[in-house]
Structures are given as structure tokens and as C-alpha cells.
């Protein structure tokens, strides 16, 4: 049994997550210790259970320690399995980091697979599920699987109540991925939404992003609105946010985004979301910074070697690059410090799924 310490680098959930992914995926049983021992409150949340949990449902996996507030967990898994799934974060757990945690599994499936998650598409300290939407999964869709994820119903702190679809066409392997260039600005793109608040909301936030944006970049600028409320449990818990992303010539996507919360001017909320992908663009580099972390665990385990330029090295990237070499016995090599623009790269093992993928079955009934 491979063991992995839970408070080592970044310290915190990512390192559970990767841990029991690529666990599942390979079929090698971990023991993760002092789990999200860096943080404050140490011990499993309500996201962080939720996630085992769903990787144990689609790996047939026996698990030990999975409880609110354990600091130890062991997880054997079997095999991989297709077909519908429902998951329930509760209250205004991110189910962005559930996803997070399935979609590398989901994509060695036997079939096409699909699950419901329920919880917070847009809350603190974890990417919102529109980043998800237009960064992170049209990246990792480059390496073969087919993602779809539908945004049913969004869900703010503290009260949640969002709902997600996700689908996905698994493959046999994955393609590597090679992301050096940057290329040239082609367009910046975004989408500011609100829930169970006036429409100005969204509006502000959108205005005041590409005013910032507009005194830094001539590219084209298009920021899409949505507003609430939406569905039945729309009331359950107001909020806003915005996501902005850029694309560039080279087949870049960087990404960036800042969330409202109580007393925070709307405008406040835009500038904060245009500031920081500004930061991303001005790195000259094609893969921004949440995105070179999501994707070490798919290098690890794709055909070929992958290679990155990152905006910036960030503990979170060094975190799933050591679980990564733990679990996978790959080396990566990483050009750059701590903070700073990097490069990384890997010769993934080639992972292939158990029982070759034949004709498509079609959407489970």
C-alpha cells in the first residue's frame, strides 16, 4: 500500500483528491495521513467525503476512514464501472472539486457514464463550475475524452443548492498534451451571472471587467450575462460571480475569475476577475495557473510525452506533481521557481483502460 502524507507542501484537500484518483485509475491501494493537515480545521469536509466517497462508488472500492473529520483514509479499489451516478455535496460544498476528483476515473470507464452532483457551483476557495465549463475541460478534452458538463441550477455560499450534469465518452488512453506557445491574443471571453439578486449585479460586474480590461488589450472583448433567479431553489442563497478567459492564437486558454460576497461592490468583483487574468495573459504562457495543477494528474498517466508552460509554479502544481511521482512512478521535470513562470514536463506510462473501449453503446437508459 502506497503511503501519502496529507500535509505535506500545499497540505490541504488536493492531495486526497489526486491521491485517491490516480489510485483508483491504477488499481493501487493508498493510505493518505493527516489529511488537509495545513489547514485550519484538519480532517475530511463535506466536499472531501463526498468526492471518496463517488470514487469508491465507481471503483468498487473497500475504504476505511471515511468520516467528517478523519485524518486518515485507505482506499483499495476494483474495477471501474459505468452507468448513472447521483452525488450530494450538501449545503455549499464545491462541486467543482468532486469533479475534480471523478472526471480522470470517468474517463477510463467501460461506457459512456453520467452523474448528478449536487451542492455549490460557486464558492470559495475551489474554481467556480463556469472555469470548469470553458477552461478546464475543453483543456482536457484534447487528450481524447469527451466531457460534457451542464449547469442545471447554480448554488452560492452558504446554503448551496446547485445542481450539475456531467457526461462523459471515456477513451482507451489518453493523447499527451503539449501546451508551449502563447501565440498572439485573439479574444477575451467571460461570463457574469447572479442569483436571486437585481440584474445590474451581473451588469456592473461585466462592465467594470472590461473596463480594465480595455486599458490593457485591443483584442475583442465579449462578456455574456446571466441572471437569476433560476428554478425552484433559486431562493435558497443569493450570490454572483464572474469568470473571464482569454484565447490566443496557439489553441491557448487561460482563465480567471472573483466571486461577489456580502459588502463587495459588484465593480469590485469585476476589476478583481479582469486584474487577474491580465497577470495570466502578461506571463506570455499558455496554461495559466489552476489549469497547470488540474492537468499534472492527466500527464502522468497519458501516452507520450506531455509538456506545459505554466504561468506560474504554485504549491498546489508541486503537491499533485509529488502524488503523482508517488502513485504513478513517473518523473517530471520542472523548469522554473516557486511563484514564477515554469515549464513541466513528463513521459506519461501510457495507461490504458482494462477492457478496450468497442462501439458505442449510446446514452445509458
Keep these: 500500500m502506497i503511503e501519502i502524507r496529507g500535509d505535506e507542501l500545499e497540505g490541504g ?24 493537515g495545513k489547514r485550519p480545521s484538519p480532517g475530511m469536509k463535506a466536499q472531501h467525503v463526498t468526492a471518496i466517497r463517488a470514487l469508491a462508488r465507481i471503483c468498487g472500492a473497500k475504504v476505511n476512514g471515511l468520516e467528517l473529520g478523519s485524518r486518515v483514509l485507505e482506499f483499495r479499489p476494483s474495477e471501474i464501472i459505468s452507468g448513472r451516478f447521483e452525488f450530494e455535496v450538501g449545503t455549499a460544498g464545491s ?11 470517468l474517463s477510463f470507464a467501460p461506457s459512456r457514464t453520467s452523474a448528478i452532483i449536487k451542492g455549490g457551483t460557486d464558492v470559495r476557495w475551489s474554481p467556480p463550475i463556469d472555469y470548469l465549463r ?31 450534469e456531467v457526461s462523459v465518452d471515456p477513451v482507451d488512453g489518453l493523447d499527451p498534451i503539449v501546451m508551449k506557445e502563447f501565440g498572439e491574443l485573439v479574444e477575451v471571453r467571460g461570463l457574469s451571472h447572479c442569483t436571486g439578486l437585481p440584474r445590474h449585479v451581473a451588469e456592473r460586474q461585466a462592465r467594470a471587467a472590461e473596463a480594465v480590461l ?43 475569475d ?19 487574468l491580465l497577470k495570466e495573459i502578461s506571463s506570455r504562457r499558455p496554461v495559466d495557473r489552476h489549469m497547470a495543477d488540474m492537468i ?12 506545459i508552460g505554466a504561468s506560474e509554479l504554485t504549491l498546489h502544481s508541486l503537491t499533485n506533481v509529488r502524488v503523482s511521482e508517488a502513485i504513478c512512478g513517473v518523473r517530471f521535470e520542472i523548469k522554473g521557481d516557486l511563484g514564477l513562470p515554469a515549464e513541466l514536463a513528463v513521459d506519461g506510462i501510457s495507461l490504458r483502460r482494462r477492457t478496450p473501449l468497442g462501439p458505442s453503446p449510446g446514452p445509458p437508459r
Design 95 to 105: 462541486i467543482s472539486l468532486v469533479l475534480q476528483a471523478i472526471l480522470p476515473v
Design 13 to 36: 484537500g488536493q492531495i486526497l483528491r489526486s491521491s485517491v484518483a490516480l489510485s483508483a485509475l491504477l488499481g493501487r491501494p493508498v493510505r493518505i495521513i493527516n489529511i488537509r
Design 258 to 276: 472573483a466571486l461577489g460576497e456580502r459588502g463587495k461592490p459588484a465593480e469590485e468583483v469585476g476589476r478583481e476577475a479582469a486584474s487577474k
Design 134 to 164: 470553458f477552461v478546464a475541460i475543453p483543456i482536457i478534452s484534447r487528450m481524447g475524452p469527451r466531457i460534457d458538463i451542464r449547469l442545471i441550477r447554480r448554488g452560492h455560499y452558504p446554503k448551496g443548492g446547485g445542481e450539475v
Design 214 to 256: 480595455r486599458q490593457a488589450i485591443d483584442s475583442p472583448i465579449s462578456i455574456d450575462l446571466e441572471y437569476g433567479p433560476q428554478g425552484p431553489d433559486a431562493g435558497m442563497g443569493p450570490g454572483s460571480g464572474i469568470t473571464l478567459f482569454a484565447k490566443t492564437s496557439s489553441g491557448a486558454i487561460l482563465g480567471a
Design 296 to 307: 499534472i494528474p492527466y500527464m502522468s498517466i497519458a501516452s507520450g510525452r506531455s509538456e
